[in-house]
């Protein structure tokens, strides 16, 4: 049977997209065990440690999670904006799946003849991509912390506005050296060309620069002030609950995934090990639990911004760095052509 | 096989834009008009400009439109009055939109349109890249307007601080 | 039948006639402005369509320019009219009668 290869090709791209998917929802549900987890052990707690323990660790905890989270109550706010409140967690998931259509995971590889690559697919404006869904993600909180009608829900929305926009700038920019460096905006090209010596090496700064704004961008501790408890009970999230809740907190771990993945992929060679050595996805997941587990320790250990600093230090700090270093990598790059 | 996506698009952008003009909810018009944007950044992906389709989505949708639903936000205006202090705005309105569409139907059925054709094939495009094509555009041909442009940002920049900044 | 550039020059003027309705009609100085980036979106798919059909790129990097110049209008836009609200209380045009704020 000959099939037509346009088929072929879509078919191809719905199976690598629905293993991607599933992938990244078990990553998130053990992600918040991990979290639990590593918390518990910076604050000398013991931590989740009864549901199908292995060990002190409860490996069947997320599924004990899940099944609460599905039977809560789902909340109606009064006088909400019932289409808005609803479609809202569905923005935020959608757009954090979404980067992972460009995201290359393994060399191509032959299999039983077969030829396959392991990203969905290799555009040429793949991180231009990448920064556009990213931009689109605000939707989700925005219009969360709008449509509960709750003054805290709209502080929260305004304030991670106004965050992620200034903190967006930077990370586009921070990400332009390597750009300049690798001549595409292809992330399959950007890695293949990092096979011996890593990114990082030439963009310290950048690496600096992007991860900083990346956490912001994420809304994780020291930067969470669109969700500050303290202040603002749980900012946009506050009158959610249920599945729809459980949908913007796995929003926030599939985009510390994300912004992980584009670190790992961006300045530490993505699959590609140090030297060379065995290229694979082993390198990628082990660069990504690294960038996840640093986040996780920020959170146990640092507190939180004021709102005034989080702004002077977005644009009075990271943009002009970010900028210096697009200058100094552009004077080094026609010295030494 | 072109036209199927197409005329998806196109339906999609003409509804939403028909629900920014006439939805009352500001917030539901943004939200339409974020629709419209995306719809034709989908556009541009089948011409063959890739690169206005990322930059559509990330500075219309992503950061003009923000500032729209932020100021909505701020402002919380509500909807619009049913009452019109105006009388003959409404029906004066589309008087003038039907004379528009009336103009720009004749305009498109009586234009001739020039055979010449320049050396950017979508192959071409393909071949060197969408980005890489309007850059090099961008920084020869086009240099003065791209840095007029920028002035035109910081004269922006300062307009909007002597706006927002408080009276003394 | 093909798509030709007529397909995008027929879509971009019946989005730009309903952005035109909508600055006409509509008294929300938000959703006016909202229909002239309206109207700015069909031009920019128009010059699109143009440079698909001339095979020249200068309608891209015009598109380009219109989405930066389109940035700077909206920031002035919107101060401007966050100003008229803290002075008038309200977003309604017909109330901004004034010169003086």
């Known amino acids: ?337 | 096989m072109e036209l199927i996506p197409f005329y998806f698009l196109a339906a999609l952008g003409v509804i939403a834009a028909l629900g920014v003009v006439m939805l009352r909810n500001p917030v539901y018009s943004a939200l339409c008009l974020a629709v419209v944007f995306v719809s034709l950044a989908g556009l541009y992906v089948l011409l063959s400009a890739p690169f206005l389709a990322a930059a559509q989505v990330m500075i219309y949708a992503g950061a003009i439109l923000i500032l729209f639903v932020f100021v909505i936000m701020l402002l919380s205006p509500g909807s619009d009055p049913l009452k019109e202090e105006l009388k003959w705005q409404r029906p004066l309105a589309v008087i003038f939109g039907v004379a528009l569409v009336a103009q720009l139907a004749l305009v498109i059925a009586l234009a001739v349109l020039p055979p010449t054709r320049g050396p950017f094939t979508p192959e071409l495009i393909a071949q060197i890249g969408s980005t890489q094509a309007v850059g090099a555009s961008l920084f020869t041909d086009f240099l003065l307007p791209f840095e007029i442009t920028s002035l035109l940002l910081l004269v922006a920049i300062v307009g909007v601080i002597v706006l927002a900044k408080k009276r003394q | 039948m093909m798509l030709t550039v007529n397909h995008y020059i027929i879509l971009s003027a019946i989005l730009f006639s309903i952005g035109a309705v909508g600055v006409l009609m509509r008294r929300n100085p938000l959703i006016m402005f909202m229909s002239i980036e309206l109207m700015l979106n069909a031009v920019n798919l128009a010059f699109v369509g143009f440079s698909r059909y001339l095979q020249s790129i200068d309608g891209q990097v015009f598109v380009f320019l219109i989405l930066t110049v389109a940035a700077a209008e909206v920031a002035v836009g919107l101060a401007i009219i966050v100003a008229l609200f803290r002075t008038r209380q309200t977003v309604n045009v017909d109330e901004a009668n004034t010169l003086k704020g």
């Open chain 1, 1 to 337: 049977m000959d099939l037509d290869p346009i088929v072929v090709t879509l078919i191809e791209a719905l199976i690598k997209t629905i293993v991607v998917i599933i992938a990244l929802l078990t990553a998130f549900a053990y992600l918040t065990l991990v979290e639990r987890y590593v918390i518990a052990k910076i604050q000398s707690r013991i931590g989740p440690n009864r549901v199908g323990a292995i060990g002190g660790i409860a490996l069947l905890q997320p599924i004990a999670d899940a099944i609460k989270m599905i039977f809560k109550e789902d909340f109606w706010p009064a006088q909400a904006d019932k289409i808005i409140y609803t479609i809202a967690p569905g923005i935020a998931v959608g757009t954090a799946l979404l980067a992972w259509a460009v995201m290359p995971l393994h060399p191509s590889t032959e299999i039983f003849g077969y030829h396959i690559d392991f990203y969905i697919a290799d555009v040429n404006i793949a991180v231009l991509y990448l920064l556009a869904i990213g931009s689109l993600g605000i939707y989700g909180i925005v219009l969360g912390g709008w449509g509960s009608n709750n003054k805290y829900s709209m502080l929260g929305a305004l304030r991670s506005t106004a965050q992620m926009i200034s903190y967006e700038i930077s990370l586009g920019l921070a990400l332009v050296g390597v750009l300049m460096l690798s001549g595409s905006l292809s992330l399959v090209d950007i890695v293949e060309k990092q096979s011996f010596i890593w990114n990082v090496v030439w963009q310290p700064l950048g690496f600096i620069i992007y991860f900083i704004a990346a956490v912001a961008e994420v809304n994780r501790l020291p930067f969470d002030l669109p969700e500050a408890e303290t202040e603002l009970v749980a900012g946009y999230q506050t009158e959610y609950s249920s599945l729809k809740f459980a949908l913007f907190y796995m929003a926030e771990y599939i985009n510390m995934l994300t912004v992980s993945a584009i670190a790992s992929t961006m300045f530490l060679g993505g699959y590609q090990g140090p030297f060379g050595i065995l290229p694979g996805v082993h390198w990628l997941i082990l660069k990504i639990m690294f960038f996840i587990f640093v986040m996780m320790w920020m959170r146990g250990t640092l507190p939180r911004f004021r709102y005034d600093q989080l702004m002077g230090f977005g644009w009075k700090v990271l943009l002009p760095l970010a900028l210096a270093n697009i200058f100094v990598t552009a004077i080094v790059m026609v010295i030494f052509k």
